[in-house]
């Protein structure tokens, strides 16, 4: 019964997050040209019906999962699509970048339903764990192969297979979140005892250490040879706070901690990127027009959106650069204002609470630190972007999930999704929740 | 593991709740910082596609007005200046690349209507988007405005008008002037072109020479000094009496000589009626002293900042003496580094006109709605109290006396109350040239004064104490007559 209100709530609030996102499509256009743009009844009948064919995915695969995820997706990604085809449109070389996003969600969501009914279990994904390393490895590496790999803005992070190009890094955090889940799971207790050093054991023996070192190695690589500091914070991030809650030791977050700073001081030091980054946080005036402009000009959107924003379609966003991609956030503030930054601060924070709630009622370990991962991804990615955005942290790119425009992301994010939502409605069969004829 | 992520949880919590404040700070708290920010031109571009009040004069001429762009322009809005240079200084410019000046530049929020009580005059505006751009009228009058300017006619100078009684400034003529609208070309070739071009002429014509320029106040300065004197109790209409002599003589400098080598001295109302130049020195650096000059002159407004609502007023200069006597004495007949600007002088004359008190000086009326409704107007307020009622008395008696029978008679009224002070500020002897000065109160007899004009002729060929009363007082009295017949007319 509880996986039927689930359900049911999860159906209405896809409703609800479609007749907003409608709404604010019809606001923007408004906004730009004074007109309700004539295809709004087509429109909200396809973001309703992409979402509803989620949902009724979600109720044939799995009827026990957490009602809140789907919704919460929906109006990011909804709210994301508004602004990318509001950005697009205004620019001075529209690249129709609404419809190619337009045709990610729908791929996204595809992968979503293509995700509860391939894996049935989550379990089942433990056993091919070394596979999903190599895979990991493999697609972390892509960009740096000659041929394959290609330098854009900056960042050598795009692989381009014949007519396909992807963020390959995207695609290894879901796998990568499933090896160390299952790695983890494996390890827990060996890295959880603590041998060394023999006067006042605090650390495992330092050959299982081999792990922690070899993911900074990697997130080193990341950041210098393609140049994405924000995913190699990311990894990082996941590695370390999935290891602290595997091994329930806290000393691994201290040791994990020394060698992030002091890999970010070498970085500082040793990589004129870096050091620029840094530089622009805590001075983007020096260089006004030069490498700060992002940032003071994200600034500058925010503070004349204001408390009540300027309103859909009535700012000047695309004054900020990258505004449909890392610096959506930006322009979400400038026209939707505190109250609009405030509401995705909150969707976000939303979906940590949902994935960590999940993590919570998980008893298997593998779930349990699946769930972990997966939470960990979707709550640092978001944050270490608005936090860039807004100048809290120094800027380092990375998409907002759901919102910002971009294949690779769409899709990635949307696996990880349909993921917690298998591991929920593991634990709800588990607990008795679901009616298993319901699912025959 | 839950307490790893309970502690995970609360960690992400800190996080977000850091990113909420960053961006409640952003958005809300350093917001108007970053509004104001010169790099950022989103307040222009807004206020350059939309609408913009009108600048209207005191009798109803539109001075500023916007009228839709030509086709193909890149913003919606031009902006026009009917009257051309008759009021450029005043109302200012409104360019994209070089920002406002003028009234354009102080009610640049009025006009663009984005203050407060314009944006959100009752709940409903918080959600329903209305015209706010506000009309602001000035207190000055085309009538006058253009009066000043014929009276002036095509020479360097400056004409300043304004009712000593609230401070509002009726008049303001500086010539030579400039064209606005030649710098609110959205074609920003031609607007830099006409810029490069008004600031390559020597005689500054975008400079409001009237308020944003200093100089040598000459002899009109002895009215603050004769001020000064009376305030502090050393000096009386009788006392002290003056000896008669061709200069002053300082015991540690050159002799400070009057005009012409003439001989003079006597009582205050004798000495400022022929404007001594010895006497005025000799009581600046004997009787008053530099200490009690200096918080003197800062009682009239010199060494501080003009609080009139137009950009880059000129701060009015009282020189620090260094306890010479010759550079005191200078000083206190309006030379050595004394200057000031004509507004501050026609301030002086308010001083004396208003019994003691200096109305803050504005242009400003008021700022309507665009259904006419008053969404705020200037409130007269007292900027500076320069002396008691009593002193201004005495000084108002000695100076009625300049215009009844001293070097002021060219101003002279019948039936009308007048009094004044002429001032020639010589500047270099090949060839010799001076500054005219006249400043002047008038009013109906028995009834406060309710004018007051200052005049400024640049560059007057010759050096005589009288070029001031020749040259600025039939200007000053043309000005008075006008106003007084506007006044009485009830305008």
């Not at chain 2, 109790?233 to 300082?250: H, L, M, R, S």
Request: glycine residues 10%.
């Amino acid at each position: 019964m509880i996986s039927i209100l689930r359900r049911r709530t999860e159906l209405g609030l896809i409703v609800l997050g479609s007749v907003i996102v409608a709404g604010a499509y019809t606001l923007a256009s408004l906004g730009r040209t004074s007109s309700i743009p004539a295809n709004i009844g087509p429109f909200l009948g396809i973001v309703l019906a992409l979402f509803v064919a989620a949902h009724i995915a979600t109720r044939r695969y799995a009827p026990g999962a957490d009602g809140l995820l789907l919704p919460i997706a929906a109006l990011l990604n909804g709210i994301g699509y508004v602004f990318i085809a509001r950005l697009d449109e205004t620019s001075s070389h529209p690249q129709g970048l609404a419809a190619a996003q337009a045709g990610w969600t729908v791929i996204g969501i595809g992968a979503f339903v293509l995700t509860l009914l391939f894996v049935r279990r989550v379990r089942d994904l433990q056993r091919y764990r070394y596979t999903f390393l190599l895979i990991g490895l493999a697609l972390l590496m892509a960009p740096l192969l000659p041929g394959v790999g290609r330098e854009i803005n900056g960042a050598r992070i795009w692989a381009y297979v014949g007519p396909i190009s992807f963020q390959p890094g995207e695609f290894a955090k879901v796998v990568l979140a499933i090896f160390f889940a299952s790695y983890l799971v494996e390890k827990r207790e060996l890295l959880g005892m603590a041998t060394f050093p023999r006067f006042r054991p605090l650390l495992p023996d330092l050959k299982h250490l081999g792990p922690v070192l070899l993911a900074w190695g990697f997130s080193i690589v990341i950041m210098t040879a393609e140049k994405d500091l924000g995913s190699s914070l990311l990894f990082f991030a996941l590695f370390m706070l999935m290891v602290w809650v595997a091994t329930e030791r806290t000393a691994y977050v201290g040791v994990g901690g020394v060698l992030f700073a002091g890999g970010s001081v070498l970085a500082y030091k040793g990589f004129k990127h870096v050091h620029d980054r840094v530089q622009d946080w805590l001075d983007p005036w020096q260089h006004a027009s030069g490498s700060g402009f992002q940032v003071i000009q994200s600034w500058f959107a925010m503070a004349w959106g204001g408390v009540a924003g300027t309103g859909l379609g009535l700012g000047n966003p695309d004054r900020i650069p990258v505004a449909s991609t890392d610096f959506i956030f930006a322009a979400i503030a400038e026209e939707l204002g505190l109250l609009g930054s405030a509401a995705v601060i909150f969707c976000y924070l939303l979906l940590v609470g949902c994935g960590l709630r999940i993590a919570v009622r998980a008893e298997p370990p593998f779930e349990k630190l699946l769930a972990t991962g997966i939470t960990i991804l979707f709550g640092v990615q978001s944050f270490i972007i608005m936090a860039g955005v807004t100048r809290l942290l120094p800027l380092t790119g990375v998409t907002l999930p759901f919102v910002s425009y971009g294949g690779s992301s769409l899709v990635a994010n949307y696996v990880l999704l349909a993921l917690l939502a298998r591991i929920s409605d593991d634990t709800a069969r588990r607990a008795g929740e679901v009616l298993e004829k319901a699912h025959a | 593991m839950n307490k790893q992520l309970r502690r995970l949880g609360a960690g992400l919590v800190a996080c977000y709740l850091a990113l909420f404040m960053m961006v409640n700070w952003v958005q809300v708290f350093h917001a108007e910082a970053l509004n104001d920010n010169p790099i950022n031109t989103r307040k222009i571009v807004r206020d350059f596609n939309q609408p913009r009040g009108k600048i209207i004069a005191a009798d109803g001429a539109v001075l500023a007005t916007t009228v839709p762009s030509a086709p193909g322009d890149q913003f919606t809005f031009q902006r026009t200046y009917p009257e051309g240079d008759l009021f450029g200084h005043i109302t200012g410019t409104f360019n994209f690349n070089f920002g406002a000046t003028g009234v354009e530049q102080t009610y640049n929020d009025e006009l663009a209507g984005v203050t407060v009580s314009q944006e959100y005059q009752t709940l409903r505006d918080l959600f329903v988007d209305h015209q706010t751009t506000g009309d602001v009228t000035l207190t000055l009058r085309k009538d006058v405005q253009q009066l000043a300017r014929d009276a002036l006619g095509e020479k360097k100078g400056s004409v300043v008008v304004m009712d000593p009684r609230d401070g509002s400034i009726l008049g303001m003529w500086s010539f030579p002037s400039y064209d606005p609208n030649l710098l609110a070309s959205h074609n920003s070739k031609d607007a830099q072109a006409a810029k490069v071009f008004l600031e390559g002429n020597a005689d500054q014509p975008l400079r409001g020479r009237a308020w944003q320029e200093r100089f040598f106040p000459g002899s009109t300065f002895k009215v603050v000094t004769g001020s000064i004197g009376v305030e502090a109790g050393i000096v009386t209409p009788d006392n002290p009496v003056f000896p008669t002599e061709t200069a002053y003589k300082p015991p540690d400098g050159q002799p400070i000589q009057n005009f012409g080598g003439e001989s003079c001295g006597g009582a205050l109302f004798d000495i400022l009626r022929v404007s001594c130049n010895s006497a005025f020195a000799r009581m600046g650096a004997e009787d008053i002293g530099q200490a009690t000059m200096e918080a003197g002159v800062q009682r009239f407004g010199f060494n501080t900042k003009n609080p009139i609502d137009l950009p880059n007023a000129a701060v009015s200069n009282f020189p620090d003496t260094k306890n010479s006597k010759a550079f005191l004495g200078q000083a206190s007949i309006g030379q050595f580094d004394t200057a000031a600007s004509p507004l501050e002088m026609a301030l002086v004359a308010s001083a004396v006109a208003n019994n003691g008190v200096i109305m803050t000086p504005h242009v400003m009326k008021d700022v309507k709605d665009d259904n006419g409704k008053v969404l705020k107007s200037f409130d007269p307020k007292v900027w500076l109290n320069a002396m008691t009622p009593q002193t201004a008395a005495v000084m108002r008696q000695a100076m009625v006396g300049v215009v009844q029978s001293g070097t002021g008679t060219a101003a002279r009224i019948d039936g009308v109350d007048v009094g004044g002070k002429t001032g020639t500020a010589q500047l270099g002897t090949t060839p010799a040239t001076s500054e005219a000065w006249f400043i002047c109160f008038a009013g109906e007899p028995g009834k406060p004064s309710s004018v007051v004009v200052a005049v400024l002729v640049e560059g007057e060929p010759g050096a005589s104490e009288g070029t001031g009363g020749r040259i600025a007082a039939p200007i000053a009295k043309e000005l008075v007559q006008k106003v007084l017949e506007i006044q009485q007319a009830g305008g």
